[in-house]
């Protein structure tokens, strides 16, 4: 097995990505109700991204639903959350060229609630397992 030692100032760099990613989700994560505008969305996790200085990876994405994932609404577009759908929030942060992929869903009403769950409870468990010397492919 190939083992992998970054730079340090490439592991601070990744780092600082993955923070500011976290603490922007989150963010994000507390805009989504029903009836608000996904752009509207987008558009302030972006600008909370910029304010933390991060740089945008990718443009944030919010699918609903039957759409798993890449949403990107142009500005034109004035979707909203609707009630009992299940949503989620796709953002990257870029510093100098390092970018941290960070994503949640959210269940809005009671009847997505046991997917979410499921969810992040397969990620928790995957994130166990994940450490040094663990092959993951």
């Known amino acids: 097995m190939q083992e992998y030692n970054l730079d340090p100032e490439v592991l601070e760099k990744y780092k600082k990505a993955g923070k500011i990613a976290s603490e ?3 963010y994000g994560r507390s805009l989504i109700k029903p009836g608000v505008q996904v752009r509207e969305v987008l ?3 972006e600008e909370k991204i910029f304010s933390l200085g991060g ?3 990718f443009p944030a994405q919010s699918s609903l639903n ?3 994932a890449h949403y990107c609404p142009d500005d034109s577009d004035n979707t909203v959350y609707p009630e009992e759908s299940c949503v989620k ?5 870029e510093i100098d ?3 941290c992929d960070n994503a949640c869903s959210v269940s ?3 009847k997505y609630t046991e997917l979410v769950k499921a969810g992040r409870a ?3 468990n995957a994130l166990k397992l994940v450490r040094p010397g663990v092959q993951i492919s």
Not at 89 to 93: F, N
Request: charged share 20%; glycine share 16%.
């Open 108 to 110: 809005l009403g009671s």
């Open 97 to 99: 060229g390092y970018i």
């Open 89 to 93: 929030l796709d953002i990257g942060v």
């Open 55 to 57: 740089k945008i990876g």
């Open 43 to 45: 558009d302030k996790v």
């Open 24 to 26: 922007a989700l989150s």
């Open 122 to 124: 397969a990620l928790n």
């Open 66 to 68: 039957e759409c798993a």
